[in-house]
């Protein structure tokens, strides 16, 4: 088939089987994304990418899911300002993941930072009250499930924590809100 | 870019009609909904068995939502994590913790409902809790009537959640139906309890998936409805076992306590002979500690 997307800030066109996970398409790309070759059943959480916005892990998506979606890998995301608000709260409290997790890390925390937005804006999940506060997406019980996608375990899930919360203040510092 | 792989069609029916129509004309087509479960197989695109491909989530009929003061009915392509957004008044608070915990909310985004149910030999944790509190769901049978003129019927059915596997945990309509809906009924004062011990994905023949829900009433409960879910191994719920067990007077002691979870072993090992022996002793012991909380008054 012929896949036309957007990666990166790039539009790009390309032939390929429907059904090659994403992942492979970004690696023959990009030198720079992690590859994961020793991943069989979406079990690394290393190959994560923003799709349209939302954090998906790339080996799951097929290429004619991909077809005219607006794909940002680590290195598109890494210029934009919301990652430079994560790095900053990287620097500032001494704490990073390694290597090997860095790209799906950040990103992870990246979208988990857009949903705060959505949040404030409009509440996600309009219901039952106590529902909602068994869902709060500020709780460490979210935290650790959303993180928990990425099995590297080089740092703990209350350092992360630390790292959300300042960097999501950047954020609104930065939005002045 | 294009792998030496026999690359695959991809058929895309924009209504159920014409989803109906292809897949019973060629049942080897491979139903994909958010795609986490297949494309997750190892080897998926490297074994190039690249066999056709039907997406089924831009039918307008797998994707509404819809609620009543008894249920909520949602399509079969409605994701995880849409059934938490438009469930969430209508749903009792264990279920709604219980879906909440399946994976994150990134894979509770792509995986769909119809597809959590349908693996065809992987149960996966919403089976045993939409199983626990009596979801049904409707399915549409695919079957070829005359092999001359390969007429194209289809039956539509309800049926309880359970009613889709055996006791091995096996999808029992794989090519043989699709899933459109599911009907979810509203909380009620019934209680309901679910654990899931192990992860699904990473240690399957240790993971144990446990569900159990009763009425209470005064020295005792009624109607209680125990399900396990082993992934690879079988899917449990038991009648027989559910009469027993609403005959037991509350607060039942340690000896009646011990008894009954005699009996769960008995009937795991009669019905569900390839759960292994980790995943049996989690079942006794999550049900033992659930049976004392209960006479307890914690749960
Ligand atoms: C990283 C990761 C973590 C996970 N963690 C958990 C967890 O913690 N707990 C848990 O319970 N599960 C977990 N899962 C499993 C997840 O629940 C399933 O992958 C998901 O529900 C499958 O849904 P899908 O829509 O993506 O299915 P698909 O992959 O599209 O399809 C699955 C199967 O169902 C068939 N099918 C799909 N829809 C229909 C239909 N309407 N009618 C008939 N057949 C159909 C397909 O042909 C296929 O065989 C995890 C999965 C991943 C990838
Ligand atoms: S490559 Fe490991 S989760 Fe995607």
Redesign the interface.
């Known amino acids: 088939m012929k896949l036309n997307c957007t990666i990166d800030g790039t539009q790009q066109s390309m032939v390929v089987n429907a059904n090659k996970p994403l992942n492979r398409i970004l690696e023959e790309l990009s030198d720079s994304f992690v590859r994961n070759h020793g991943c069989l059943d979406a079990g690394c959480g290393n190959c994560i990418v923003l799709i349209n916005g939302a954090a998906r892990l790339s080996c799951l998506i097929p290429a004619f899911r991909a077809n005219g979606a607006a794909i940002l890998t680590y290195a598109g995301f890494r210029k934009t300002r919301f990652c430079h608000d994560i790095e900053r709260a990287y620097a500032e409290t001494g704490i990073k993941p390694c290597s090997q997790c860095y790209a799906s890390k950040t990103i992870l925390i990246g979208g988990l930072l857009n949903r705060y937005d959505q949040t404030r804006a409009s509440s996600m999940i309009k219901g039952d009250a106590e529902n909602k506060a068994n869902y709060s997406i500020y709780s460490r019980d979210y935290l650790e499930r959303e993180m928990g996608i990425n099995i590297c375990k080089c740092t703990d899930i209350d350092d992360i924590a630390k790292v959300v919360e300042l960097a999501y203040t950047y954020r609104r510092q930065r939005s002045g809100r | 870019?294009?792998?030496n792989?026999k690359?695959?069609?991809?058929h895309i029916p924009k209504s159920l009609a014409d989803l109906l129509t292809e897949k019973g004309k060629d049942p080897s087509l491979r139903i994909?909904a958010g795609?986490?479960y297949i494309?997750?197989?190892?080897?998926?695109?490297t074994d190039g068995s690249?066999d056709d491909?039907i997406?089924i989530t831009q039918i307008p009929e797998l994707t509404k939502v819809s609620q009543t003061d008894r249920y909520l009915e949602a399509g079969a392509c409605v994701t995880i994590e849409q059934l938490?957004?438009s469930?969430?008044?209508l749903?009792g608070?264990e279920t709604?913790?219980a879906i909440?915990?399946i994976?994150?909310?990134?894979?509770r985004?792509?995986a769909t409902i119809g597809g959590a149910l349908c693996t065809p030999d992987t149960r996966f944790f919403l089976s045993c809790v939409l199983s626990t509190i009596g979801a049904q769901v409707e399915i549409r049978l695919l079957s070829k009537r005359g092999l001359k003129g390969h007429k194209i019927t289809s039956s539509q059915m309800w049926l309880p959640v359970n009613k889709l596997y055996n006791s091995e945990g096996v999808f029992l309509y794989e090519n043989k139906a699709i899933l459109t809906k599911v009907r979810i009924p509203a909380k009620t004062n019934n209680i309901q309890v679910f654990r899931t011990l192990g992860n699904p994905?990473?240690e399957m023949d240790s993971t144990v998936f446990f569900g159990f829900e009763y009425t209470p009433v005064p020295n005792g409960i009624s109607h209680p409805n125990l399900c396990l879910a082993f992934p690879k191994n079988g899917f449990f719920q038991n009648l027989d076992f559910s009469n027993q067990l609403s005959s037991l007077s509350f607060p039942p002691d340690s000896q009646q306590i011990e008894d009954m979870a005699k009996l769960l072993e008995k009937k795991l090992e009669e019905s569900c002979p390839s759960a292994t022996p980790i995943q049996r002793e989690r079942s006794r012991r999550l049900f033992v500690s659930i049976l004392y909380q209960i006479s307890q008054g914690i749960v």
């Open positions: 870019m294009a792998d792989i690359a695959p069609s991809i994909f795609g986490s494309m997750a197989r190892p080897f998926f695109y690249g491909i997406s938490l957004n469930g969430s008044y749903m608070k709604f913790r909440t915990s994976a994150s909310s990134m894979v985004s792509q994905m990473r």
